[in-house]
């Protein structure tokens, strides 16, 4: 089936950036550009969340507690998106799964599709 390659997770101070991105192969680039590609996220002890969305039209959905400091960007010829994360915090640690799906989920939900394996992102001093 699809393939997500996840990349660009790591170790940040608080303040500091990170950026990630997520190629998707398998998958025909017409029928890549009728789905949306997110970035969800997974703490310990926590539900996957909301980090941000980004359909073909590059309309954009952030959740509440990364709007203004992280930015998703997606590249419809090479079938990639990213997620550049700026002003990091400590409660930004998790990891961070790429999401590729064709409808978006009910407001708060987890969309059904295919993921990465994920890439841990740590904020720490």
């Known amino acids: 089936q699809v393939q997500l390659v996840e990349s660009g997770g790591g170790l940040a101070q608080p303040g500091g950036s990170l950026r990630l991105s997520c190629t998707a192969s398998?998958?025909?680039?017409?029928?890549?550009?009728?789905?949306?590609m997110g970035w969800y996220r997974q703490a310990p002890g926590k539900q996957r969340e909301l980090v941000a969305t980004?359909?073909?039209?590059?309309?954009?959905n952030y959740g509440d507690s990364v709007k203004g400091r992280f930015t998703i960007s997606r590249d419809n010829s090479k079938k990639r998106v990213s997620l550049q994360m700026n002003d990091l915090e400590p409660e930004d640690t998790a990891v961070y799964y790429c999401?590729?799906?064709?409808?978006?989920?009910?407001?708060?939900?987890?969309?059904?599709?295919?993921w990465g394996q994920g890439t841990q992102v740590t904020v720490s001093s």
């Open positions: 999401s590729l799906h064709r409808d978006p989920p009910p407001p708060g939900g987890i969309p059904e599709g295919d």
């Open positions: 398998r998958l025909i680039l017409s029928v890549f550009n009728t789905y949306i």
């Open positions: 980004i359909d073909y039209r590059k309309n954009t």
